[in-house]
């Protein structure tokens, strides 16, 4: 089955303590992004990768880091995590690389919780 | 960078009336316009899009129009249906240069039966 997946689905964590959130996706996509949803705010680009080890900032890039050293794992890394960073994480993908952005397929949602 | 302003923020319509959702950009570059539907608890899935070389695109009860001089598009569905409450997404994207993808704020929409 194509799909996005991620993992943790859920995650309780204290402040400081350095986590990984992975994606992965087995559709042979190019693009992938990683995105945070706020009530009231929508869904913000945090990073996105064009391709292998390439990835470029999005809108809220602070306090995050991305790699993208094989085509279908897209791993999001919080080193410090602060109380600021409690958000529902989504990870996506499309077929797009150079030819620029179309349909993005979300994974599940990752529910983080900084305390 | 694009920002992208989507209203109303909540809409109520009666089963079988049509909403509309309005969105507005401001980057005049960006030509990739996606609309998501969330379902409660669930990921956002792309539901319609349209590229700026076309004014409007329709896909059975959903259509979506954009006007590139006011810089802003909008999405209508008609014959509305207690399964098309959710929250909607717009979203705006400059293809074959800067690839960000930056979405509007969210629009809950609840069909009264």
């Known amino acids: 089955e194509a799909q996005v997946t991620q993992n943790p689905r859920y995650l309780i964590t204290v402040t400081g303590k350095k986590l990984t959130v992975t994606c992965s996706q087995n559709?042979?996509?190019?693009?992938m992004s990683w995105y945070r949803q706020d009530p009231g705010l929508g869904l913000r680009q945090i990073y996105y990768?064009?391709?292998?080890?390439?990835?470029d900032k999005g809108d809220v890039p602070e306090g995050y880091k991305v790699s993208r050293k094989e085509k279908r794992n897209f791993p999001l890394i919080l080193e410090s995590p602060s109380p600021n960073q409690t958000s529902l994480y989504f990870c996506?993908?499309?077929?797009?690389?150079?030819?620029?952005?179309?349909?993005?397929?979300f994974g599940p949602g990752t529910r983080l919780t900084v305390t | 960078g694009e920002n992208v302003e989507q209203h109303p923020s909540t809409l109520s319509v009666q089963e079988g009336d049509s909403a509309v959702i309005k969105c507005t950009y401001s980057?005049?570059?960006?030509?990739?316009f996606p609309w998501y539907k969330q379902e409660l608890g669930k990921r956002p899935q792309l539901i319609i899009d349209?590229?700026?070389?076309?004014g409007e695109k329709k896909d059975q009860r959903i259509a979506v129009t954009l006007n590139k001089t006011a810089k802003h598009f909008s999405l209508h569905i008609t014959e509305t249906q207690p399964e098309d409450s959710a929250v909607y997404f717009c979203?705006?994207?400059?293809?074959?240069?800067?690839?960000?993808?930056?979405f509007g704020t969210g629009t809950r929409l609840t069909i009264i039966p």
């Open positions: 559709m042979n996509h190019e693009y």
């Open positions: 996506a993908s499309s077929l797009s690389g150079t030819g620029g952005v179309d349909e993005q397929y």
């Open positions: 980057d005049s570059a960006s030509n990739y």
């Open positions: 349209i590229r700026s070389n076309v």
């Open positions: 990768s064009m391709n292998v080890e390439v990835t």
């Open positions: 979203a705006a994207a400059f293809n074959f240069g800067n690839e960000k993808l930056t």
